[in-house]
């Protein structure tokens, strides 16, 4: 029997960066298909379940699309649960406006806006912010997919939504809700979208100390940091956030998942 067996995977990072596979990603979690439940669970909030799914089967993983939530869903379910149909003013990529809208709600101008969403934003400007700044000073409220400070490319890092977030900090507003790690509500709405209770057989899996790991001690489950992404061991101890397992690839999940991994 195994030790754990739900298994809950970050992307970016840990089996991906940018267009490369980490090392052992794809063989690792193709073989542990089939002997555990597994959940694809990410703060990139430029993909619905579908492109998560898509993206993932381009790269040689096993993917279907109810195995996989991204903070995109996760927000489009906040917001569902707010309201049936939600004016926004978007301050985040297309994939997450398309996303929101799929679910019933309605890009407007600022002036109309009943909330502003933030996401990641390669395409970020001046005028978006002020938008938002618009936005917020009618009346609307913030809400963000994530706070991640940074997310993993193929040859380094990149400016996550938290750095968008961190403008709004800086304009005087904090976020109503956060719809991704590690908020706890919304990791518990993931499983409950993937059909997987939280038990002591689940393990989330991830690279980053203050959302993945963080967000799996806040729900009361064990976690892997894998050092193939954001964080370092030494980011361990900096952060006093510490992971029930560290390894340096997902070379050694299998034997944790078996029962046989150190601490």
Do not use: W
Not at 59 to 77: H, I, K, T
Not at 81 to 101: A, D, I, N, Y
């Amino acid at each position: 029997m195994l030790r754990y067996s739900k298994l809950v995977f970050d992307l970016d990072g840990t089996l991906y960066r940018g267009k490369e596979t980490t090392p052992h990603s794809v063989d690792v979690v193709n073989r542990l298909r089939g002997r555990a439940e597994l959940l694809f669970l990410s703060n990139n909030s430029s993909l619905s379940r579908r492109a998560m799914a898509e993206r993932l089967r381009e790269l040689g993983f096993e993917a279907r699309e109810d195995e996989a939530v991204g903070s995109a869903d996760l927000m489009a379910d906040h917001l569902s649960s707010l309201r049936e149909h939600v004016l926004f003013f978007p301050v985040c990529s297309p994939g997450l406006e398309e996303v929101l809208v799929a679910a019933g709600h309605r890009s407007v101008a600022a002036e109309e806006a009943e909330f502003v969403v933030v996401g990641v934003d390669v395409g970020l400007t001046y005028a978006k912010l002020a938008g938002g700044l618009t936005a917020m000073g009618h009346g609307a409220r913030l809400i963000v997919a994530n706070l991640d400070r940074v997310f993993p490319i193929e040859d380094g890092l990149r400016p996550g939504a938290g750095a968008i977030v961190g403008a709004f900090h800086g304009m005087g507003f904090e976020p109503d809700a956060v719809c991704g790690k590690p908020n706890p509500l919304a990791i518990e709405r993931a499983f409950e979208l993937r059909g997987m209770p939280k038990d002591k057989r689940l393990l989330m899996i991830g690279d980053q100390l203050e959302t993945d790991i963080l967000g799996a001690e806040r729900v009361g489950v064990d976690s892997v940091l894998v050092l193939t992404g954001a964080s370092t061991e030494a980011d361990i101890d900096r952060q006093r956030i510490r992971p029930t397992y560290v390894v340096k690839d997902l070379s050694e999940l299998e034997s944790i998942v078996r029962g046989a991994g150190a601490a």
